[in-house]
């Protein structure tokens, strides 16, 4: 795949940093390459990924003004690989102490809509808000990949958590989420064809293989930085994973919450049916955009059996093969 950042483009994105949404620049964003996706506005190709071409200005002002603090949490996932999930996990972990975890708001904040987690590329106007008024740590999640974060997270003593999933769950997950958007009819693709745009790495924050390895090699060369998850082992073991993670974060379990059967109730909060069942995620849009039941689906380890045909199976095996042999990197692909 051609490399979208020449070294004129990019000395000339990082000397305009004030010049950010100036003429020139909107025009060289233009010339970008693009294709159609499930999000309205399409993808445009930069610095190796496909962004969605709506987030795309925000990216770079992500990059180029985003300054991590040493307590930080990132959470990075390429879309569909369990977020929603992390990121209740991740507030319930967190804000253990502040709430009961029976009670009605912890219950209430542990939806897709309210979890204060800041989505680092999702705002309006091209302009990151004011984020020093969150409480710390600060919790951001985003899609952007590894190689394209801004320095001061790769350099600050911020963590890491990357969740990870099986390439067909996440491709059958991608499928039935573009369904819940209008635009998926219009655009006429059937799954065959999405297979397609998947193995050639032409979906939102594609390649999946380029997304995936970049942060697990960095969870590899920097362990206590990159905590590199994946979805089929927090379904198997949601109890160790979870206990694993307020580990690397920060916030271990002491013996008498372990005894209070803290970590298992966390574990229950953030179920699928849990959250499904919040009043919240059954209406309403997030990023006034996506419905919030859209984000709550079978959560199943396993479903791309009942979606992909022997020649889709086929095409997306020697896709995996190819791109993650050598790597060190396997997926289990059933329960
Ligand atoms: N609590 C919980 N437990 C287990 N699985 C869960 C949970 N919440 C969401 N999901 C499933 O995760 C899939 C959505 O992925 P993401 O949350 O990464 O989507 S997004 O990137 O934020 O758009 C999507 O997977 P599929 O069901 O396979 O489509 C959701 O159902």
């Not at 710390?136 to 890491?160: D, G, M, N, Q, W």
């Not at 942060?215 to 994946?230: G, H, R």
């Amino acid at each position: 795949m051609e490399n979208s950042l020449s070294p004129s483009v990019a000395s000339f994105q990082s000397s305009s940093v004030l010049e950010e949404h100036g003429h020139e620049f909107k025009e060289w964003l233009a010339s970008l390459p693009k294709e159609k996706s499930f999000a309205p506005s399409g993808i445009t190709f930069y610095q190796d990924f496909w962004c969605p071409t709506m987030l795309l200005q925000n990216v770079i002002s992500f990059q180029n003004h985003f300054h991590a603090h040493d307590q930080d949490i990132i959470l990075a996932s390429k879309p569909k690989s369990g977020t929603t999930w992390l990121k209740a996990i991740i507030f319930s972990i967190v804000n253990r102490t502040q709430f009961t975890l029976s009670n009605t708001p912890l219950l209430t904040k542990v939806s897709h809509e309210l979890v204060p987690f800041f989505e680092v590329t999702v705002y309006r106007n091209n302009k990151i808000p004011d984020l020093t008024t969150m409480s710390s740590p600060r919790l951001f999640s985003t899609h952007v990949p590894y190689a394209s974060l801004p320095k001061s997270i790769k350099e600050s003593k911020c963590r890491i958590v990357y969740v990870c999933r099986n390439p067909l769950d996440t491709l059958v997950s991608h499928w039935y989420f573009g369904s819940h958007l209008s635009d998926i009819r219009s655009l006429g693709w059937t799954l065959e064809e999405f297979v397609g745009k998947f193995c050639d790495g032409k979906e939102g924050f594609g390649p999946f293989w380029s997304h995936v390895l970049g942060y697990w090699k960095a969870s590899i060369e920097n362990p206590n930085k990159v905590l590199f998850l994946k979805y089929e082992d927090l379904k198997e073991d949601t109890i160790y994973q979870i206990k694993r993670l307020a580990e690397f974060i920060g916030f271990p379990f002491s013996q008498e919450e372990l005894r209070h059967g803290v970590v298992e109730d966390i574990s229950k909060l953030c179920s699928l049916n849990a959250l499904k069942d919040l009043e919240v995620n059954k209406n309403g849009t997030h990023a006034s955009f996506f419905p919030n039941k859209s984000f709550y689906r079978k959560g199943e380890v396993g479903d791309w059996v009942n979606h992909l045909s022997p020649s889709m199976l086929e095409r997306l095996n020697k896709m995996i093969e190819e791109k993650f042999k050598d790597s060190g990197l396997s997926f289990k692909v059933s329960c």
